[in-house]
């Protein structure tokens, strides 16, 4: 019995080719896409599932509150409170922390035995309970004392064979930084970074215990100041987080609450975000480790999916039951023999998911073939391993056979419902409700088609507002040269000299951070005569004379710092002068104060500056000030020229013949800034191309449906024709109600987009406005795509010679 409906099956399938293309190439095209975004997804999936005990790791997060200002919610806290928290909390079962060294300074790290030196990002200096908290997998040494002693080191597998080229590099010497402040460290072990996912993803660790910022960290004892660290603790089995996390006020207000009011800092709030949740719902949290996904983001390419999948279901049911007519005989002499309605809708909905299934394999070498291209659009380094994941092949093969169902439910419904005499009389053989669910479909696909290209026009709109807004500073045609060392520091001078003297650089400054760089220095201030149990958070960053006119920021009173100034002259953003409530024409002969009561220096405004974006346009401008600094970590070229190729070169070239074993480390300004909104440009892309996707989809089921309307219709156009009707009116005829679904489809699915896409554009402070027009350029994008598609058929039809489908009456 299951051998016939197969052989029936494939025979029908065979013999309806256009039919059976137009449906497999709908459904390939839908499983295509959900394959490659459940390959996605899965990728996001999992993140620091591996450690022991991992429901009962977090990471302590600090919410800063201050009266008439936003709070400030980070990922980081005072270096204390980790331990602390242990101490206080027989709940805590161990504490640990990690601070990102590349916020501070560039380390030049190379092997004792070699003279090549690099900068290595995503370099931590962890306590030696690191491995205590979390589960790494090592391949050399041993991870319960690896980070015990100062001066040691654990790196990451691909880092020891860049730095030694072999297996076995235990208790080998590496040079940690430059100059008189170089470090010896010993290595202590060896990790498999590519083993599990974790949001920490180091580089390499650095015991805590080591001079310099560990030190500093361990010796810190301040609850409310210098909130940089990364805070994790591992709690007790079976203890409830949640009435741990009540009890944190009671111990912020027991051990800092001193510490905050000779800050002048507001309220401090501490909470626990468990560890596996940091990668996907970490959305308003600042100062992250490394690339974080979204949990939104996930859902909507689930969601795309799924929509697109339905289109594609969308496509058979409308082609299967407007070609009911064809198997009308072959239902009615089957029923006549005795075949009962279970039995027709089991071959039925066989054959439908006989072709889902094919679909499912057909899109598998398919999606490996695309994995480069894949990649690129999602910033992954996905595999054709990833395709046998347990999950993938059980979720593959459950899309493969609802999807058979769902597309063949309602087909097999009808058609196992048609009469037997009716059938074989050639009467009317469908229900008269079922044009109009096939219409109600067809609007179906355009309101998700509209929907979807209204939302790639507002993501576009936003990523390139984000591109082409006025940043405050003139990011084209800047170079920023990562300094890096003391020795090319104390060569400034000398490098802006020589740089200067390269046909094509317009002018030379530096400063501690690069644009895009996330500044964490900052100070408390207070104004003269004012409460310094209340100061206000402003962000630091120091740089050179001539930093403005090189970045392109405008003086909007007083004037640039000199070689005669002193770092007790500070120039200011307008965002300060708006946080001390000071005008601008007193600026200049205003002052802010720094420290406490005891001891205090009293900084001098010497000029301000304009507001600039120093951060992502996610954030609002905050209070900045700039202070002289005479050993910076970055230089920034302003260049115009057309040969950058020359220019680099001649760079290099200057570079190599002043400072010597540090490596020539340069980045393009733009591009930097362009990185900041990688998940938008990421989101914009994967919705370009999966909305070409599903309007393609809808384009073959629009183009399979006309073909069996016109056929259908082929006499009445041939009657029209001989009657006078022109080709114009027959088109005309053919196309209209596709013309009104269009219409209906442009009402249902303007307002759903509009909602979604100003939900999604509350997370940006500087944002677009979404406008009339792309709903309307939206519906008319639908509107031409199904004139084409309907007209062309359409029009064929209409010039087809009436006596061919006359003459068989």
């Given amino acids: 019995m299951f051998k016939n409906y197969l052989k029936i099956a494939w025979r029908n399938l065979t013999k309806n080719k256009q039919q059976t293309i ?101 370099v931590y200096m962890a306590d030696s309970t690191f491995f205590k908290v979390f589960d790494f997998k090592f391949l050399e040494g041993d991870k319960k004392t690896a980070l015990d002693q100062p001066n040691s080191v654990v790196l990451s597998s691909s880092l020891a064979d860049k730095l030694f080229g072999e297996k076995d590099v235990l208790n080998k010497a590496i040079i940690w930084g430059s100059g008189d402040g170089a470090l010896t460290l010993t290595v202590k072990g060896v990790f498999d970074e590519k083993a599990q996912k974790s949001h920490l993803n180091p580089n390499y660790l650095v015991s805590m215990g080591t001079p310099g910022m ?185 899309i493969g056979v609802v999807t058979g169902l769902a597309a063949g439910i309602y087909p097999a419904i009808i058609l196992s419902s048609i009469k037997p005499v009716r059938a074989l009389k050639s009467a009317a053989i469908l229900p008269s409700g079922s044009g109009n669910f096939r219409k109600a479909l067809v609007v179906f696909q355009f309101v998700v088609s509209i929907g979807l290209v209204a939302t790639v026009i507002i993501i576009s709109q936003q990523f390139k507002f984000a591109q082409t807004k006025d940043l405050g500073y003139k990011k084209d045609n800047l170079i920023a040269l990562r300094i890096g060392t003391e020795d090319a520091s104390s060569k400034f001078e000398s490098l802006k000299s020589s740089f200067l003297n390269i046909p094509g650089v317009t002018s030379v400054a530096s400063g501690n951070y690069a644009p895009s760089e996330m500044i964490l220095a900052d100070n408390g201030f207070y104004l003269p005569g004012g409460n310094s149990e209340n100061r206000t958070v402003v962000k630091r960053n120091g740089v050179s004379d001539g930093y403005f006119k090189t970045m392109g920021i405008p003086l909007v009173k007083g004037r640039d710092f000199t070689a005669a100034d002193t770092v007790d002259q500070i120039i200011v953003n307008e965002a300060t002068l708006k946080a001390f409530d000071i005008k601008l024409e007193n600026a200049l002969s205003s002052t802010l ?74 980045r393009f300004v733009d591009k930097e800034v362009e990185r900041l909104y990688d998940e938008e440009k990421r989101l914009g892309l994967i919705s370009v191309a999966f909305t070409f996707l599903a309007i393609f989809i809808s384009c073959l089921g629009l183009f399979g ?21 022109s080709v114009h009116s027959v088109v005309q005829m053919l196309t209209k109600d596709f013309v009104k679904l269009v219409l209906v489809a442009f009402l249902i699915a303007s307002p759903i987009a509009y909602l979604l896409m100003s939900k999604w554009l509350q997370g940006f402070t500087y944002r677009i406005e979404i406008e009339w027009w792309v709903f309307v350029l939206s519906g008319g994008f639908a509107l031409v795509i199904t004139l084409l598609t309907v007209g062309m058929q359409s029009l064929r039809s209409a010039v087809a010679n009436p006596v061919k489908s006359l003459r068989t009456e």
């Fill in 22 to 122: 137009i449906n497999l190439l709908g459904l390939t095209m839908g499983t295509l896409s959900c394959l490659a975004i459940l390959l996605y997804v899965f990728a996001q999936l999992g993140y620091d599932e591996h450690h022991d005990n991992a429901d009962g790791l977090f990471r302590v997060e600090t919410i800063i509150e201050r009266d008439g200002q936003q709070p400030y919610e980070s990922s980081t806290s005072s270096p204390p409170i980790a331990f602390a928290l242990k101490e206080d909390f027989p709940e805590v079962q161990e504490a640990t922390r990690v601070v990102l060294t590349d916020v501070f300074y560039s380390m030049l790290m190379r092997a004792a035995d070699s003279e090549d030196s690099y900068y290595e990002s995503r």
């Fill in 214 to 398: 560990g030190t500093f960290v361990q010796n810190f004892d301040n609850f409310a100041t210098n909130n940089f660290v990364y805070s994790y603790v591992k709690l007790a089995p079976n203890v409830n987080a949640s009435q741990l996390e009540d009890k944190l006020p009671g111990f912020i207000q027991v051990r800092a609450s001193e510490d905050l009011k000779s800050a002048g800092m507001g309220n401090k709030i501490l909470e626990l975000q468990k560890v596996k949740d940091i990668h996907l719902y970490s959305e308003g949290r600042n100062n992250q480790l490394d690339k974080v996904s979204d949990i939104t983001f996930l859902y909507f390419l689930l969601s795309l999916a799924f929509f697109i999948q339905l289109v594609a279901c969308v496509n058979f049911i409308n082609l299967s039951t407007a070609r009911a007519s064809k198997r009308a005989r072959e239902i009615g002499v089957r029923k006549v023999v005795g075949a009962g309605k279970n039995s027709l809708m089991g071959q039925f909905l066989g054959e439908s998911v006989l072709l889902s299934l094919f679909a499912m394999f057909i899109s598998i070498p398919i999606v490996i073939l695309l994995l480069p291209l894949i990649n690129d659009l999602t910033q992954e380094s996905l595999t054709y391993l990833h395709l046998y994941q347990w999950q993938i092949i059980v979720l593959l093969l459950t």
């Fill in 593 to 666: 104060i720094q420290g406490t009561d005891e001891e205090t220096f009293e900084m001098r405004i010497i000029g301000v500056v304009a507001d600039y974006h120093f951060a992502s346009l996610r954030e609002e401008i905050q209070p900045l000030f700039l202070h002289k600094e005479t050993e910076p970590n970055w230089l920034f070229l302003k260049t115009n020229t057309d040969n950058y190729a020359s220019l680099i070169a001649g760079m290099e070239d200057q570079w190599k013949s002043t400072v010597s074993n540090v490596p020539f480390d340069y």
């Fill in 705 to 725: 449906l006309i073909s069996y309307v016109t056929e259908q219709k082929k006499k009445e156009i041939g009657i029209r024709k001989v009657l006078g009707a």
